[in-house]
């Protein structure tokens, strides 16, 4: 079982910066696609970005490139998702998402294994 794991989330005001990371078991970390969704309240679930294994395809949504920077760390096992200055609206739950596909997807129903969420709340 590939279980998630995700930290970092907290209180970021705009102009600020905060970092998400995603931890996933060693064994199967280097196998693995994975992506950042986030869920705001009253608001269906959407993809924020994804990364393949070996990092070969790095695709964000529209609205997040260049705002956001997704990164593989195979020495941590984990993927961080770095966010400069976050507005108000990026405010909601993010959930990190991996599959064994080899490609990243903008659709939740193509990754097997979720974690749990972190809230990240920005302010003004």
């Known amino acids: 079982q590939v279980q998630l794991v995700e930290s970092g989330g907290g209180l970021v005001q705009t102009g600020g910066s905060l970092r998400l990371s995603c931890a996933a078991p060693s064994q199967f970390f280097p196998s693995l696609t994975m992506a950042w969704f986030r869920q705001a309240p009253g608001k269906e679930r959407e993809f924020v970005g994804g990364?393949?294994?070996?990092?070969?395809?790095?695709t964000y949504a529209n609205f997040m490139e260049g705002h956001f920077t997704i990164a593989r760390d195979s020495a941590e096992n984990t993927i961080n998702l770095q966010m400069n200055s976050p507005k108000l609206d990026d405010t909601a739950v993010y959930y990190c998402?991996?599959?064994?596909?080899?490609?990243?997807?903008?659709?939740?129903?193509?990754?097997?294994?979720w974690g749990r969420g972190t809230q990240v709340t920005v302010s003004s």
């Open positions: 990364i393949s294994w070996m990092s070969l395809f790095i």
């Open positions: 998402a991996a599959t064994f596909k080899e490609r990243t997807s903008e659709s939740a129903a193509d990754y097997d294994y």
